[in-house]
């Protein structure tokens, strides 16, 4: 079977351009000829992946549509014969970047109307949550298959990087964020939440945000005039921009609590990847959270800056909790690997 990923970019510590990678190496593994088709590819990716014009499209390929963002890839794949299907990784609401960033607003409701496009002409759909699958029948999708984001072991099994872990080894208790530093992560209230601690807690305790912030300037600024308003300095917070894979698995094995407050989030595979080093996680029931979680963790029903601070210094302080919680952790982990076997979504193509 010939099987064309295609996507708008083919990024390196993308949770999408991860998965379409796994998914290219699996069938590849398999004997299958699979290719990666993307209007940009990072230049370490280049030897797994090539533009719509360097490789023409197969006759007989079935094609998947990785899609999260406006892209013009969206027309052109509209315009290919043969078996189509969308896999829907969401697409941020575009209120969230108001008055943040025009061009990225505009763009997710670019996104948001090339989806309805999409759903409307094809016929085969998957979702990496049932919360994105919802979004889909919503819009008229009759047969949605949900098969989880697919996390990159290899990756994520990378030696820890000793320079990286070595400053943050000095006796505070250190919180960790990963994601990209945009709106609808909430990175203000993780600040705001941060000072609460900073007043009450018997133990210092420090934010590390793991995640590209070069993309939203203004959104960062911002950030960082929060945190010094409400007297927060770079021993407290530390926007540690986005890691490489040493310096990732480092930071979840120095990391004491991971936590979010995420308001809109279509999987978050950085909950999987904590649940994989076995790390405790205080996170807003919001979005896909919880069946992410799927009952690991500290869910946070709601919005409560004293609640989250309160949860956090629950969990660093009693240490049965801590186990539990990384026992907790362990099951979802062994639970999303079965969930999330290539294989089950390799059956699902090849029946259509």
Known sequence: MVVEQYLSAFHAGDAVGGYARRFHRFLLGRGHDSRVLALTIDPELRNEAATPRERPPHPD???????????????????LNGRKVLLYHNVTPPEFFAGISEPLRRLTAAARGELRGLVAALDHFVADSEFNAGELRRLGAKDVFVFPVL???????????PSFAAPFRDGRRNLLFVGRVTPNKRIEELVRMLALLKRQATVPARLIIAGNYAGLPRYHQALLALADRL???N????????LSDAELAAAYGLADVFVSLSEHEGFCLPLIESCRAGLPVVALAAGAVPETLGGAGLLLLRRDLPAAA????RVLADEKLRRRLRQA???????YRREADPQRLLARLEAL
């Open 61 to 79: 390929a079935l094609r998947i549509y990785h899609f999260a963002i406006a892209s013009p890839i969206t027309e052109a794949f509209l315009r």
């Open 151 to 161: 996390l990159d072991e290899a990756a994520v099994a990378a030696t820890p990087s």
């Open 231 to 233: 007297g927060l300095d």
């Open 235 to 242: 021993r407290d917070l530390v926007f540690a921009g986005r």
């Open 310 to 313: 309160a949860a956090i210094e």
């Open 329 to 335: 952790a362990q099951r979802r982990f062994n639970e």
